[in-house]
Nanobody, 122 residues
Framework: QVQLMESGGGSVQSGGSLRLSCAVS????????MGWFRQAPGKEREGVAA???????TYADSVKGRITIFRDNANSTLYLQMNGLKPEDTAMYYC????????????????WGQGTQVTVSS
């Protein structure tokens, strides 16, 4: 069973940066689809960024230009570099895997981590 473990969350001021990490228990080199999602209190889980097998990224419109998804296959780790953070980025962030390329549809991902909290103050 594949396990995902997120880390790197924290509290920052508006305009700050954070890098989230997701350690994967298997090699990420053959992963067809890996993504980052977030869920704020009272809101539905939404896709933030995803990356396909060839490292082509997809981003939600709300984060384009501020967030970068990338992975280190040698260390089986998925990352989310977040710059220019805004209060509306405050949420629990999750990494996830899907068996095939599904972009940012949460319902198509079948493996999830426990999440890491990101809080951005104004």
């Amino acid at each position: 069973q594949v396990q995902l473990m997120e880390s790197g969350g924290g509290s920052v001021q508006s305009g700050g940066s954070l890098r989230l990490s997701c350690a994967v228990s298997i090699s990420t080199s053959n992963a067809n689809c890996m993504g980052w999602f977030r869920q704020a209190p009272g809101k539905e889980r939404e896709g933030v960024a995803a990356i396909d097998r060839d490292d082509n990224p997809t981003y939600a419109d709300s984060v384009k230009g501020r967030i970068t998804i990338f992975r280190d296959n040698a260390n089986s780790t998925l990352y989310l570099q977040m710059n220019g953070l805004k209060p509306e980025d405050t949420a629990m962030y999750y990494c996830a895997m899907a068996p095939q390329w599904v972009r940012l549809r949460p319902s198509d991902y079948n493996t999830w981590g426990q999440g890491t909290q990101v809080t951005v103050s104004s």
